[in-house]
């Protein structure tokens, strides 16, 4: 089933007037200057966008597959950040429960059209799943964009490792996680190190002596920035002796 392109034009209408009316452009505004967007920003937030899109559009009637044809096209042709928003709010909780086998060679191409650090977070949250449950698939592309120059995809590398949160967050081993780090820690693009950071903190929790181990092994290269997220967790007195390891280690 094929939608025609007159139906993309009013199911994009539909999304665009729902989210206009519970938006703020004043907020809209200052979000977007904020994460340096060039796409706009309705000014929503996020507890009630995720209410809108459970409350439903009109193409929610459609078949799986012509769905997420939907917001492929929204997502590939809207100037609102915000709908990009809503498609994310959307397959959020459906790959918590199960990922469909098509949804990888659709949404791998979302990438494209990221310009921040919150639509880059959002669509990362939606690969861990997919990788997760795909790691043949998903992971080869992850490696690939881990070595491109963009500042988004390198990021997407990155945060795409680990689910968001929740006890299970880490599913990956250091073997397959830390290669992907490594190839980053000189890039010191500020999105690129708060995402090594928080990659080095969250595989900390499962793999401590590990990540303690690489710390310490890496110490000269990894960034200040990326260093403090790294350890926020550990206790003071844990801080203070890594912090000292490094300063002795630049000095």
């Known amino acids: 089933m094929r939608v025609s392109r007159t139906k993309f034009q009013e199911y994009h209408l539909e999304v665009v007037q729902a989210l206009t009316a519970i938006g703020n452009p004043t907020f809209g505004k200052a979000v977007q200057q904020d994460r340096g967007s060039q796409l706009k920003h309705l000014g929503i937030t996020f507890p009630d966008l995720r209410r809108r899109v459970r409350q439903g559009f009109s193409f929610y009637r459609l078949p799986e597959e012509p769905v997420l044809e939907v917001w492929d096209a929204l997502w590939r042709t809207s100037p609102y950040g915000d709908v990009l928003f809503a498609a994310l709010e959307f397959y959020a909780p459906i790959v918590r429960k199960q990922v469909s086998p098509g949804l990888w060679s659709v949404v791998r191409q979302w990438s494209n059209r990221i310009d921040n650090w919150c639509h880059s977070d959002g669509l990362s949250a939606l690969y861990s799943r997919i990788l997760e449950s795909y790691p043949a698939e998903v992971y080869p592309q992850l490696i690939s964009w881990n070595h491109t120059e963009g500042e988004w995809l390198r990021r997407i590398s990155l945060v795409s490792l680990i689910h968001y949160s929740g006890k299970n967050a880490v599913f990956l081993s250091p073997e397959k996680v830390l290669p992907l780090v490594s190839n980053c820690l000189d890039d010191h693009r500020y999105y690129v190190q708060t995402a090594v950071g928080w ?53």
Do not use: W
């Open 199 to 251: 990659v080095l903190r969250e595989m900390g929790h499962i793999y401590g002596n590990e990540i303690i181990k690489y710390l310490k092994s890496h110490a000269e290269r990894i960034s200040t920035p990326a260093f403090s997220r790294a350890i926020e967790r550990y206790t003071s007195k844990e801080r203070t002796r890594l912090r000292d390891m490094r300063k002795h280690r630049l000095a």
